[in-house]
């Protein structure tokens, strides 16, 4: 199955279940992190909000003990933002923001070409319909794969908010 494809039956009840792929462009999907909770972040090197790599890094690092796997996923559709094939991400990631949290191969968020991913989170059936606005909106999937919150670019990767309920997610078993 090629991952822009959607099972039939797809909701957003069912985030694992839709296949997209990694950076290195193997298959996956977020039921490889079945049982942890995920914090799903659009991304791009170019952008006024590429900082916040730093702290999606530490938050990564201080909760991955406790079930928190961060998932990057570049987009290159606000601004043109993220020009780079897989091998520059990968890169810049590592060389910059010595991120070592998972990345994925880069995917459309918006528009006609929207990966079913995306189209789930942002869709009339999620707890939090609408349109991914810019680079790094945050989505927060419980253990169980169902959306928790949804948080805009400009809240930071250590805002109250968002800590909270990364907090409150992996309190739940």
């Known amino acids: 199955m090629l991952a822009g494809q959607v099972l039939a039956g797809e909701t957003a009840n069912n985030l694992q279940n839709i296949p997209l792929n990694d950076i290195n462009d193997h298959a996956t999907s977020l039921k490889a992190y079945s049982g942890k909770v995920v914090l799903l972040v659009n991304v791009a090197s170019k952008c006024g909000f590429t900082p916040q790599y730093a702290g999606l890094e530490a938050l990564y690092k201080k909760y991955q003990d406790k079930g928190l796997v961060i998932v990057g996923v570049p987009s290159n559709d606000f601004g043109a933002q993220e020009p780079g094939t897989a091998e520059e991400i990968k890169a810049f990631c590592s060389s910059k923001y010595e991120v070592t949290f998972p990345l994925m191969a880069k995917v459309h968020v918006v528009g006609a070409e929207k ?11 999620s707890a939090f319909p609408g349109e991914v606005k810019w680079n790094f909106q945050k989505f927060l999937i419980g253990r169980d794969g169902k959306l928790l919150a949804r948080f805009k670019s400009q809240v930071k990767p250590d805002a109250p908010e968002l800590v909270q309920a990364v907090e409150a997610a992996l309190a739940k078993s």
């Not at 990966?115 to 059936?125: Q, R």
């Open 115 to 125: 990966h079913p991913l995306y189209a789930a989170l942002t869709g009339p059936d």
